[in-house]
C-alpha cells in the first residue's frame, strides 16, 4: 500500500536509559535517521504504557519524562529530522487501542511471550492489571496510527510486533486495506540485541540496576567497569581465562573496533588478539577493563556533552516535546478519521448517514 518507509519507535520513561538501550535501539535510530532512506520518523516517550505497571506511582514517569528526552537528544536525534512526542498526549492512540481491543481475543493476549515473560516479572500472576495484559494493543495503536512499517526494536519486542501484524490483517479483512503490516528491525550486531548487566545478569535493566547509563559521569562508569563479572576461574594473570560468558569481552564485542587498539593497546592488533592471549593466560582482568573504559568513554563523552547543553536549556527541550507532540496529533486526527470511515461510523461527517438513514425510511 505505502511505498515510503515510516518509521516508529520509543521508550518507556521508567528511568535514564542506559547502553543497552543504546545498542539496541538508539544507536541504530540515530544511524537511520541520518541515512534519510524514510519519509517520516517518530520517536516516542511512552508514558501511558509506563502507567500500566507504575500506576501507583504516576510522579516516577512524571520525573523520567525529561530525563529520557534528554538522553534521546544526547544521543544525537535531531528534532528537524524526527518527531518526538509523549504518548499520552496523543488522545487518538486511546481511541485506536479502543477500536483494536476487539479484534484480540483474551487467550491471544496471554499467550503473547513478552506478556507472559513480563507478568512473571512483575509478579503480576494473581493480580493482573487489564492495562498491562492489553498494552500489545496498545503498541500496535502507537504503529498503526501513523502507517509506520518500519519498527527499530531489541530482540525480546518482536512478538509485539507480531501482534501488530495480526491485528492489520484482521482489520484490512473487515473494513478494508487501511493498514500496512510492519516490520521489525533489529540490531546488526547479535550480541548488542540483548547486551548483559554488568553483574553477569542475561539482560541490562533499570529494575535490576545493572546497567551503565547514558548520563553517568567518567567516574561512574570506570567504577562500574571495574566491578563488572569476569572469569571467577581467572584468578591470577597467568591462569587461562574464558572469554565465553565474560562480560567485558562480551561488551568490546559490542563497542570496540580496529582504531581503538590502535589508539588505547597497540599491542594488539585486534580483539582476536586479546582474547587469544586472555584464554592462554598472562593478560589480567585490570588491563582488559582500562580499555574497555576507554572504549566506552569515546562513545559517552560526546553523548555527555549533549546532555549538559539540553540540561541548561530545559525550556527548549520542552518546546521541542510540545512541537513534537502537537505535529503526532495532527496525523493521529486524519488517520481515526480513515479508520472510522472504514468502520462505517462516521455519522456526522458529511451526508452520507444520512441520505442513507432517508433512503431506509422512505
Do not use: C, W
Not at 498503526?144 to 509485539?160: C, K, R, S, Y
Amino acid at each position: 500500500m505505502q511505498e515510503k518507509n515510516i518509521i516508529l519507535t520509543g521508550d518507556r520513561p521508567t528511568g535514564r536509559l542506559h547502553l543497552g538501550h543504546y545498542v539496541g535501539s538508539l544507536r541504530n535510530r540515530v544511524k537511520m535517521q541520518n541515512e534519510g532512506n524514510f519519509e517520516k520518523m517518530y520517536v516516542m516517550i511512552a508514558d501511558s504504557q509506563a502507567l500500566t505497571d507504575n500506576f501507583e506511582n504516576p510522579e516516577k514517569i512524571r520525573e523520567n519524562l525529561i530525563e529520557v528526552a534528554l538522553d534521546y537528544l544526547s544521543v544525537g536525534l535531531d528534532p528537524e529530522k524526527v518527531t518526538i512526542f509523549v504518548q499520552s498526549q496523543v488522545e487518538e492512540l486511546t481511541e485506536l487501542t479502543f477500536y483494536f481491543l476487539n479484534l484480540v481475543t483474551l487467550s491471544r493476549l496471554e499467550r503473547n511471550p513478552t506478556v507472559k515473560t513480563e507478568i512473571k516479572q512483575k509478579n503480576f500472576e494473581t493480580s493482573l492489571p487489564a492495562g498491562f495484559l492489553i498494552y500489545p494493543v496498545s503498541q500496535a495503536a502507537d504503529i498503526l496510527l501513523f502507517d509506520a512499517n518500519v519498527i527499530p526494536v531489541g530482540v525480546d519486542q518482536e512478538p509485539m510486533i507480531e501482534q501488530t501484524r495480526e491485528i492489520v490483517r484482521s482489520f484490512n479483512n473487515i473494513y478494508g486495506e487501511i493498514f500496512t503490516e510492519p516490520q521489525a528491525v533489529l540490531p546488526e550486531n547479535k550480541v548488542a540485541r540483548r547486551l548483559p548487566g554488568i553483574d553477569g545478569a542475561a539482560k541490562m535493566s533499570k529494575t535490576l540496576g545493572n546497567g551503565i547509563y547514558l548520563a553517568d559521569d567518567a567516574a561512574t562508569v570506570k567504577k562500574k567497569v571495574m566491578s563488572m563479572y569476569t572469569d571467577p576461574d581467572h584468578i591470577n594473570i597467568d591462569d587461562p581465562g574464558k572469554v565465553e560468558g565474560n562480560i567485558v569481552f562480551t561488551y568490546l564485542d559490542v563497542f570496540s573496533n580496529q582504531e581503538h587498539f590502535e589508539k588505547y593497546l597497540p599491542d594488539y592488533n585486534n580483539l582476536d588478539e586479546l582474547k587469544d592471549h586472555y584464554k592462554r593466560g598472562g593478560l589480567g582482568d585490570v588491563k582488559v577493563k582500562k580499555f574497555l573504559i576507554k572504549v566506552l568513554e569515546e562513545e559517552l563523552e560526546p553523548i555527555r556533552e549533549r546532555r549538559a547543553y539540553y540540561e541548561k536549556n530545559l525550556d527548549q527541550v520542552l518546546e521541542i516535546l510540545e512541537k513534537g507532540t502537537d505535529n503526532a496529533k495532527k496525523v493521529g486526527r486524519a488517520k481515526v478519521y480513515e479508520v472510522k470511515k472504514a468502520m462505517g461510523i462516521d455519522y456526522f461527517a458529511d451526508n452520507r448517514f444520512l441520505d442513507e438513514i432517508k433512503e431506509k425510511y422512505k
